[in-house]
């Protein structure tokens, strides 16, 4: 009997330290990420949430139109106050969220597949045609990131679609760098060099190493560009070539307001806020999760 019991015992120990040890683990993490970090993530949280789920926060039609109570300055029955069409600004903004998010993710998700492409290709390749990436991105980048998403709806005309695809145009550049720098650091790393001497091919290397770990800090470069997309996206609607009224989205809500500024300034207000707050929150969250991936490397 204690021959059968002893092992049962023996089995049993490590489960302690292991629970204690995630437990640790866990308690370093939330003790080690500052408050306003978890503030950001708590608004992200909600922005998400807004997007998926926009019944959840709606309190009015975001589209009804009441002329009898225009302009009606925040309060308890309109908390964000009312446009020039009677309708509630914070239903509007609610509504908007998606669609800002959207684009912002739709303009990322672009810039990322044609960045990966240009950065993981000049990475892999020979030095001429590594040379010749390296100076079309540079020709690129010689025209700022928006003047460059201008140029492809001066080319391809307005609309939310045409807006995504260019700014995801504009930022590609800047992922083409990025990637093209993590590709090199692959390539020269030892398990790579293995890799080769044991008579993998270079289509196997590219598949099964090279580009899962180029891979590994996009979510980070997503994080961060999500934000910048935001602005831009938001940018391109408050000059009219984005999103179209009466459409709920926050860049056109902003220039809706502009003409309203000195006798209903919550028109304008409160879409630039959650437009400043989507791009704070995903750049303190993306900085973050950044400085982690850099110190367990």
Known sequence: MTTIARPASTVQKPAGPLTGGTHSRTLRLVRSTPAGVWIAGALLVFLVLAAVAPSLFLRQDPYEIDPANAFQAPGASHLFGTDQNGRDILSRVIAGTGQSLLLGLAATAIGLVLG??????AGVSGKRVDSAIC????????FPGLLLALIVI???GTGVVTAAVAVGIG??????????TQTLQVVAAPYVETALSLGRSRSH????????NVARPLFVLVTLG???SIVWASSLSFLGLGAQPPAAEWGAMLADGRNY???AWWIAAFPGIFITLAALTTTVVGHHLQRRLEAEV
């Open 205 to 212: 290397i590219l598949r099964h190493t090279i580009i899962p």
């Open 226 to 228: 999500i934000g910048q």
């Open 171 to 180: 930022s590609a550049p800047g992922y083409a760098r990025m990637l093209r």
């Open 154 to 156: 001066a080319v391809s």
């Open 261 to 263: 500024l000195q006798i």
């Open 116 to 121: 990966g492409a240009l950065g993981i290709t």
């Open 135 to 142: 100076r079309f991105v540079e020709i690129l980048f010689a």
